[in-house]
């Protein structure tokens, strides 16, 4: 194999594989719970007693995921891992260690038997190792070597998606905050401006000339945004048309203007056509040294930007400093609100229907609140969301949700309208709450439901999160008859043991993971992984963000069926959530083809 560092060990070979390294600083706290899984099939599989993968930096080795073992981080001279990424081969293995004084570590004097797959990313170069070790002497057969070098492909395949975005070939936001934080811990500049872009009129690409060309598009306006933050800056892309970058040093209005004129320039597309787009902006300016994150900087700009009203066109700036005051208010209209005040505008629902398309049936709807408000219009939910999070109102807020939930699906139920359950996304203050389990019980009785017609979304990151209040409140919505999902599964920072002690009735397969499946491998292998744990589970398995045709005829072959995404139906308001039962409740014993249940949402 051809390598991006030559094997005589210069420091220039050795510099360059240092910075490509840089891309991959996963914190110790923060690990992928896939890299986990991966450790833990390597000593499984070659009987060895703990294992893990290490990143090799230019001056210490970061054991970032292990089994048997915790993360920790290592004196790069005192890591085996080190004379495994020197050799430079694919497979590096010491039968005995204590034959071998030299290979023997601080960390492990015990173990004897070493073996590792060397990682080698995309670009040729070494990352680090998928490492076993055993307090034994012995060596692996050649099954076990290939099995722990597949594993170790599998391993390089989660890094570049934990890190990468495939559709622009930029950081990530998860890469990106974590560049951020490194520049920002240093405080080699005086200061350091961090913005937040998002795109506005990008939908309407994916809907009019289709999805390839919004991946075109994208990239195109991710070249320009490098080109504009040039060297001495950080860019990465977030997700669907949201970027982030980031700055050191005083930052002019100039500049600002320039990428503002870079956002509005009019792009051809691939027939030739010019589509323009413009953006809104948010930015926030910091004096370093600072006690904020990074993290927490680049969400004071996306709060910035999410308060830019009218476009009329053209991109906007808007700078965090008076969005404070701005936030005040909001927050003031979101209580009255939630007290019914004249004026306030109106909290609602929507629903997005979820399918079996393999027997052609309706399986459910996931409620997705929305706030009218009178003079900003339709409020996005992660905004107010996040303010009633940070305000101590989501319980409220969450429970007011349930109720227009219920009732709803009362008046369906009176109207002899099919009985499918309807999924609530609770907050995590509201998921550790003791007073969640009761309140629900008091919903269902006062609106005549039995506690199937709900389900509630775990996402993986709450399981974390004050793990005994809230499996103690999902056992008690089991006992009301509840379903429970496990929401964006493959994105979070949960673990197996988290998941293998939360019972559940279904597993949401994340967006990143079924759009575009059927074009990666890397994808479509993790994907398998994920449907294995829905079916060790005994779960559903249902599959999120469903848009392409291709990807439901590459799910059909692999017997996934459960799907919710723009595919089949966007999310819609409680009337066309009523029309959409109405026209399945005639189709109850008939198995429709795929065309004849897209007719059902039209």
């Known amino acids: 194999m051809e390598t991006g560092i030559g094997t005589d060990g210069s420091a220039a070979a050795e510099l360059l594989r240092a910075q490509e390294m840089s891309r991959y600083h996963i914190a110790q706290d923060d690990p992928d719970p896939k890299l986990r899984l991966l450790a833990q099939l390597a000593v499984k599989a070659t009987g060895m007693d703990i294992g893990g993968i290490t990143l090799i930096h230019h001056a210490y080795a970061a054991v970032v995921t292990g089994a048997g073992i915790a993360p920790q981080r290592l004196d790069r001279s005192d890591a085996i891992c080190s004379h495994a990424v020197d050799a430079q081969s694919a497979f590096f293995e010491v039968p005995d260690l204590h034959a071998a004084p030299r290979f023997v570590t601080r960390q492990f004097p015990e173990m004897r038997h070493y073996a590792a797959a060397t ?52 950081h990530n936001r998860t890469a990106l ?31 009019i000339h289709g999805r390839d060309t919004g991946d075109y598009l994208l990239a195109e306006f991710a070249h320009r945004l490098q080109r504009w933050i040039g060297a001495d800056g950080m860019a990465g892309h977030f997700g669907g048309d949201r970027f982030g970058f980031a700055l050191e040093g005083p930052v002019s209005s100039e500049r600002l203007d320039a990428l503002r004129l870079a956002i509005d320039a009019p792009c051809s597309l691939p027939d030739s056509r010019l589509h323009a787009l413009s953006a809104r902006i948010g930015i926030v300016r910091e004096a370093l040294p600072t006690r904020l994150s990074a993290g927490a900087l680049f969400d004071m700009a996306e709060t910035a930007a999410a308060m830019i009203g009218a476009m009329h066109g053209f991109s906007v700036v808007r700078e965090y400093g008076g969005v404070l005051r701005d936030r005040s208010r909001m927050l003031q209209a979101l209580v009255e609100v939630l007290e019914d005040a004249p004026g306030a505008g109106e909290l609602t629902v929507f629903y997005q229907p979820q399918v079996n398309f393999g027997d052609g049936s309706l399986i459910g709807f996931e409620a997705l609140a929305r706030w009218r408000h009178p003079q900003l219009g339709m409020v996005p939910a992660q905004t107010f969301v996040a303010l009633a999070e940070s305000s101590g109102h989501c319980f409220e807020l969450d429970m007011r949700i349930a109720r227009m939930v219920c009732r709803m699906v009362r008046r369906w139920r009176d109207a002899g309208l099919p009985a499918v359950p309807v999924s609530l996304n609770l907050s995590r203050a509201s998921l550790v709450n003791p007073r969640l389990p009761d309140a629900v019980a008091a919903l269902l009785a006062e609106h005549g439901l039995p506690g199937a017609s709900l389900e509630v979304e775990v996402t ?23 379903r429970i999902a496990i929401d964006d599964f493959g994105i979070g920072y ?82 066309r959530a009523e029309h959409m039962l109405r026209g399945w409740q005639g189709r109850l014993c008939e198995t429709a083809p795929r065309a004849d249940l897209r007719s059902l949402f039209v």
């Open 177 to 207: 905050v974590q560049q951020v934080q490194d520049k920002v811990a240093l405080a080699d500049a005086s200061d350091v401006l961090v913005g937040y872009i998002d795109l506005t009129g990008f939908h309407q690409i994916n809907e």
């Open 494 to 575: 949960s673990n197996l043991d988290a998941i293998a002690t939360l019972r559940f009735d279904r597993l949401k397969v994340d967006r990143r993971f079924v759009h575009g499946v059927a074009d990666s491998d890397t994808t479509a292998s993790l994907f398998q992984l994920i449907q294995g744990v829905a079916r060790v589970s005994g779960a559903e398995l249902l599959c999120e963000g469903l848009e392409r045709e291709k990807d439901l005829d590459w799910l059909r072959q692999h017997h996934a069926y459960c799907v919710q995404g723009w595919y089949f139906c966007k999310a819609e308001p409680a009337e």
């Open 119 to 170: 990682l080698f990313g995309r670009r040729g170069y070494v990352l680090g190792t998928l490492w076993v070790m055993s307090c034994a002497p012995g060596r692996l057969d050649e099954s076990q070597r290939l099995l722990l070098q597949g594993l170790g492909r599998l391993a390089v395949d989660a890094l570049e998606m934990y890190y990468y975005d495939g559709t622009t070939g930029m």
């Open 460 to 482: 993986e990151g709450q399981l974390l999160d004050a793990p005994q209040a809230l499996h103690a409140c999902v056992e008690a919505l089991r006992a009301l008859g509840l």
